[in-house]
């Protein structure tokens, strides 16, 4: 059974340090990774979808790359800003491919 | 923004009462997705479907029943509500790339609290 950790589960940063996110997966034998972002009391929102066979994907101030052999990805924020506060969280696409297994999230601060 | 509707957005229920929650989408996307998102617990995953009348359980699909008639609508029933069914539901939906899910978009989120 695939199984996503997270760790930290929150991080505080002040603003404009660069950060880097993490993201654990237990099978190796992925089809995609996918990052969110979910504000309080809103759905989840997407970031970043990297392949099984792309290495990296970049959008913005964002940078998420993916290590299959490993079971890492990392999500790289740029320069950090307030409005980045969220809870972060990962999700691979494995065994069925048609389900995605989801992290627990990394609540991030960015203090002004 | 993904064309994501929940209905309703809020509900207070007593238990043992059936409720149903509405998801619909207008992205014509094959494969639906009804999560549950409880503290301590993260996204948990209750029922999907793969096309029309095509669905499967997901991990904490007990007390749960699903049907999908048409692509753009997914329904989730609770047939008799319980306290531990208080949570936030979310719908979520994606295209099928060669029978792997795609990206996921995900509804608002519909918050239902059973009494």
């Known amino acids: 059974k695939q199984e996503v950790t997270q760790i930290p589960a929150a991080l505080s940063v002040p603003e404009g340090e660069n950060l880097v996110l993490n993201c654990s997966f237990t099978?190796?034998?992925?089809?995609?990774l996918q990052w969110f972002r979910q504000d309080p009391g809103k759905g989840l929102t997407s970031l970043l979808l990297i392949q099984s066979s792309q290495r990296e994907q970049t959008s913005g101030r964002l940078n998420a790359s993916l290590d299959k052999s490993s079971g890492r990805s990392t999500l790289y924020i740029a320069a950090s800003q307030p409005g980045d506060s969220a809870t972060y969280l990962c999700?691979?696409?494995?065994?069925?491919?048609?389900?995605?297994?989801f992290g627990s999230g990394t609540q991030l601060t960015v203090l002004p | 923004d993904a064309g994501i509707t929940q209905s309703p957005r809020h509900k207070v229920t007593e238990t043992g009462t059936p409720v149903t929650l509405r998801c619909h989408q207008t992205e014509n996307h094959r494969y639906m997705y009804w999560y549950r998102q409880d503290p301590g617990h993260g996204l948990r995953l209750i029922h999907y479907s793969y096309g029309v009348k095509d669905t499967d359980k997901g991990e904490v699909s007990d007390g749960y029943s699903v049907s999908r008639s048409k692509t753009e609508d997914f329904l989730l029933t609770l047939e008799s509500a319980t306290s531990s069914q208080t949570s936030v539901y979310f719908c979520a939906i994606s295209e099928s790339i060669g029978g792997v899910a795609g990206e996921l978009f995900f509804g608002e989120g519909s918050r239902l609290t059973v009494l």
């Open positions: 099978d190796s034998a992925i089809y995609n």
């Open positions: 999700a691979v696409t494995s065994g069925s491919a048609r389900q995605l297994t």
